[in-house]
């Protein structure tokens, strides 16, 4: 790894919007930030399905831990799960112990996608939200209900019912703007969208403005969390081109201390 540069490695189940990794590492390096690094290790996933059972088997502690142990392999300074189904279907606990799983086989702080929307949430101050999800609805539900262990209030959720991932992986811009749009709430402070299958890093400008207020999308999360843990004291300057998480100087010292991270975690001043 090439010294000054802040690596984040992502685990990534199957194949489907993994592009967007490369695509805001580009977008984060065309800033003058040329030292980051978002490496993505493939896990397994034994069968393509937003169904609990399918997803534990995909988070499953042997799945993971060979994934992270790879990543450590890599050199990265913190690893993150980008799966939320994947981490919120184990419920609060299931998920904390399952980050500390990938923290001890990476050897470097590690959290998850669903800790990443908690940690996002309360770093903009956002309380009250809707939740666009592209899962089932009992799948969705789980969520939510991650959601309300942390004290984010769900006040509207709508599930479009794709059960596969390689599905959701090909639904294109004007879908994804549609989708986000329709299922806002004048309650909500924000919209997030929980589906690390779903493209959303190259419109989130676009999202944001559609709705006029933040968008949290599972891959911008994602990487944010990640970037987060890895940058150290230093932090990262912020960012356009990535919706309000990453533009503006969010209160990272609101985020719960030790929800997901594993020890050595940073506060990131964006």
Partial sequence: MRQNTVSAGFLYPGYSAE???????RALRGQGSGGVALPVVHTLMREDAHRVDALLDIGGDDVLGE???TLRGMGVQAAVWACTSGSFVFGW????RQVEGVRAAAGVPASSTSFAFVHAAAALG?????VAATYPADVAERFVAFLAHAGVEVVALSCRGIVTAAEV?????EEVLAFVAANDHPDAEAVLVPDTALHTVSWLDELEARVGKPVLTANQVSVWE????ASGPRGL????????????PADVSAVP???GAGPGRHTWQL
């Fill in 19 to 25: 592009d967007d990794y490369p695509a805001i590492e």
């Fill in 67 to 69: 994934g992270a142990r």
């Fill in 93 to 96: 606990d299931g998920a904390a």
């Fill in 126 to 130: 956002l309380t009250r939200v809707a």
């Fill in 169 to 173: 992986g090909t639904l294109g811009r």
């Fill in 226 to 229: 990640g970037l987060r843990l």
């Fill in 237 to 248: 300057a912020p960012r356009t081109g990535l919706g309000r998480l990453f533009a503006v």
């Fill in 257 to 259: 201390a030790g929800q």
